[in-house]
């Protein structure tokens, strides 16, 4: 079996994590009533609309990281730190529906993984410059 299904898998598990983030803020526009193409409203309705956003800003380092440390390091290694994203960006999203402070523990959670496989990704590329 080719060993990037895993990658595949948690990529496609952290769309799911993204559009589940986008769903819980479509749900709270209609029950703040904000109609489009507004953004603000009360703060519990920009809570949800902000777990959303900033999930949508980690993607972008998080998807191409996790590819990048998966053909530069190891791709199931790539998948088992990537899979610990998908629950802390969940946890922060919760927390965030809940208060802005409430974010920070899943937050603080789900850089690790972040971190790790851009970084990771850049030394395993660098060692690749110098075989042997």
């Known amino acids: 079996m080719d060993a990037y299904v895993y990658p595949g898998i948690v990529s496609s598990l952290a769309l799911l994590v993204c559009y589940y983030t986008l769903l819980r ?3 709270a526009r ?6 489009p193409p507004a953004h603000s409203g009360p703060e519990e309705y920009e809570r949800y ?3 959303h956003q900033n999930t949508v ?4 380092l998080f998807l191409p990281g996790l590819w990048l ?6 791709p199931v290694w790539g998948a088992a ?17 809940r208060s802005a402070p409430a974010r920070r523990p899943g937050l603080l959670a789900s ?8 970084l990771g990704s850049l030394v395993g590329f660098v060692i690749k410059l110098f075989p042997g």
């Open 57 to 60: 800003e980690h993607l972008v």
């Open 69 to 74: 440390f998966s053909y530069a390091v190891d």
């Open 30 to 35: 209609r029950r703040f009533k904000i109609e």
């Open 81 to 97: 730190i990537g899979a610990t994203w998908l629950p802390a960006r969940l946890f922060y999203a919760h927390g965030y529906y």
């Open 25 to 27: 803020s479509g749900v």
């Open 49 to 51: 609309v902000r777990a």
């Open 111 to 118: 850089m690790p993984a972040v971190y790790i496989l851009v």
